[in-house]
């Protein structure tokens, strides 16, 4: 079966940092974009950042930029997110997906993937997410 479980979320005063961690399995993860989505209360899901296969640099969000920073190890299945100073607007729900095809099924090409983009409905599977709370 194919999983993805993140970990890491927590309670943060404003100005902390968190590192979020999501292990994979029952795919191939070194072949797989990988992305960190979140989700606020009363909003809608957003992407954070993403990480390709290769050496292109790492996407990321306006609004994260500059203090989060993705990794990936493929060697443990697991991909990363470096959070620091936190603020209150950064409380959400944090999932981790994976994507190899696109929406009609097409296997994306080995340079596609080392690209990244953060359109959730590309992302072919989901992690059941873990909580950050940013407190002012």
């Known amino acids: 079966d194919v999983q993805l479980q993140a970990s890491g979320g927590g309670l943060v005063s404003e100005g902390g940092s968190l590192t979020l961690s999501c292990v994979a399995s029952?795919?191939?993860?070194?072949?797989?974009?990988l992305g960190w989505f979140r989700q606020a209360p009363g909003k809608e899901r957003e992407g954070v950042s993403c990480?390709?296969?290769?050496?292109?640099?790492?996407f990321y969000s306006d609004s994260v930029r500059g203090r989060f920073t993705v990794s990936r190890d493929n060697a443990k299945n697991t991909v990363y997110l470096r959070m620091n100073t936190l603020l209150p607007e950064d409380t959400a729900i944090y999932y981790c997906?994976?994507?190899?095809?696109?929406?009609?099924?097409?296997?994306?090409?080995?340079?596609?993937?080392?690209?990244?983009?953060?359109?959730?409905?590309?992302?072919?599977?989901w992690g059941q997410g873990t909580l950050v709370t940013v407190s002012s």
């Open positions: 997906a994976a994507v190899k095809k696109d929406p009609r099924g097409r296997v994306l090409t080995v340079v596609e993937r080392t690209r990244c983009e953060l359109t959730d409905d590309n992302y072919n599977f």
């Open positions: 029952g795919f191939a993860f070194e072949d797989y974009t």
């Open positions: 990480i390709g296969t290769g050496l292109k640099a790492p």
